[in-house]
């Protein structure tokens, strides 16, 4: 199998997986969890949007590498990592202004790989 096809499969299969969890946390926290309830609850569910935006940042950069080819390869990884952690600063700071969790550092660390990614 030529390697293009062999990302693009597992970057489909986690796009599916992230969708999901982006889609209908709740969802898939109760298939899981089935005695959650209350505040207990409520906090896995945000963790789902946590780890989707993780996944989809691994989905990004899997997808990104299926291209790589020759002396384009630093900027075309780049610019995977530039979206991938974007991603994730994005739901962090959503996240952090929402009040669901406080996640000051991740937001900031993220947010710095995403622009010196940016920047490289």
């Known amino acids: 199998m030529k ?7 597992p970057a489909l299969i986690g796009l ?11 969802f898939v926290t109760r298939k899981q969890f089935l005695n959650a309830d ?19 940042a691994l989905v990004i950069i899997t997808y990104y590498l299926r291209d790589i080819e020759g002396r384009a390869i630093q900027a075309h990884m780049m610019r995977g990592y530039t979206l991938a952690f974007s991603v994730v600063c994005v739901t ?7 009040g669901k969790i ?3 550092p991740p937001t900031v660390g993220t947010g710095l790989i995403a622009v010196l990614s940016f920047v490289s």
């Open 16 to 26: 599916v997986f992230s969708s999901v969890m982006f889609i209908a946390p709740e």
């Open 102 to 104: 406080s996640v000051v």
């Open 38 to 56: 209350g505040q207990g609850f409520t906090d896995l569910v945000t963790v789902r949007y946590a780890i989707a935006s993780l996944i989809l």
């Open 3 to 9: 390697p293009k096809t062999t990302l693009t499969k």
């Open 92 to 98: 962090t700071l959503l996240l952090q202004v929402l």
